[in-house]
């Protein structure tokens, strides 16, 4: 899967192995919602694409055909091994549990930093620190790397090793501490926006605890914390994937009994999302979702992790309406 599709000069970019294991956790999450098994076939190629191709039994690279150099980042690991662990447990291929275990171990040792916290990225083959960027999240170690240590929670429930158990627990930990300070950040209010997507990751991180005190009140406060300045800057830009984000987290702390929805910001949530789908006749990017937009005007980026954080926002506003059961916090895309 392309990291996102240029919708104005209809051209791909690379092949990414986050953006990878984001399309197949979503591809099994539909599978799960529809019954259709397209889905799940395609899912399970990519799942394949990524034990196979993508992994080479020691590292996993930020992008299968880089030409800048190669990387390997904590966070994209993280993410294809949820999406490994969600392949086994759908058809229990030893596989994937394999690769998932393996890289799991790999986000552990090579990315392992000081004082509890891991590095963003590491060079490949050397796997040895880039240098950071305090006014680029993504180049420094943050609370938004607890969505991504979800991948240890998860091995856990599928391995019943604790030491991936104590692995989340020391994110979990070291995120706790440190999650006041991601905020603004940035002096920029478009980079604001930006670092609003990443916190939304440690909230979403957060959720296999969600109802002990510190957790339950980090989430509370969390989402007060993204809202307003989500709302407050939103003429000026807004993204789907904030707005989806914050409409999942608002629904699973409801569901888990922590904090009552706020019904009328859900619902704006979800109305003003729904206006970033596509429709086109350029078939890569009918039904998807647009990246942002800035005052009127929409980014050319159809962005695949938009889209499949925008399609499960609004499925499961849907589900909350119609009373359903609760969704299962492990099949947060």
Partial sequence: MARYYRADLEHNQPVSTEITGYAVSAL???????????????????????????WDGSVLPFETHAVDGRFSYFFDCGIVVRALVA??????????????????????????????????????????PVERDPLRWSRMPGCYQLKSALAWWDLFEATGESHF???????????????????PGHPDQLKVVDRLHAFLYFLEGLLPRAREKQCAAALCHGIHLVAEPCHGIAPE???????????????????????????????SEASTLAAFQIESSDPRANGGFYFGRQGRNWMPHVNPVSTAFA???????????????????????
């Fill in 237 to 267: 830009f807004e993204r789907s994937d904030v707005y989806a984000q914050l409409l999942r987290i608002r629904l699973y702390a409801d569901w888990a009994g922590i904090t009552p929805l706020d019904r009328a910001a859900a619902a």
């Fill in 28 to 54: 099994f999450y539909l599978h799960t919602a529809t019954g259709d098994d397209a889905y799940r076939r395609h899912a399970l190629n990519s799942a394949h694409f990524l034990c196979r191709e993508a």
């Fill in 165 to 183: 158990a104590a692995l989340y627990a020391r994110a979990l930990d070291n995120s706790l501490r440190h999650y006041g300070s991601f905020l």
């Fill in 311 to 333: 399609l499960q926002a609004i499925a499961l506003w849907e589900l909350h309406q119609q009373g359903s059961e609760p969704a299962l916090p492990r099949l947060l895309i």
């Fill in 87 to 128: 392949a086994w447990r759908n058809i229990q291929d030893p596989e994937f549990l394999r690769v998932a275990t393996a890289i799991g171990h790999v986000m552990a040792a090579d990315f392992a930093g000081n004082d509890g916290e891991f590095h963003p990225i590491v060079t490949l083959p050397e796997k040895q």
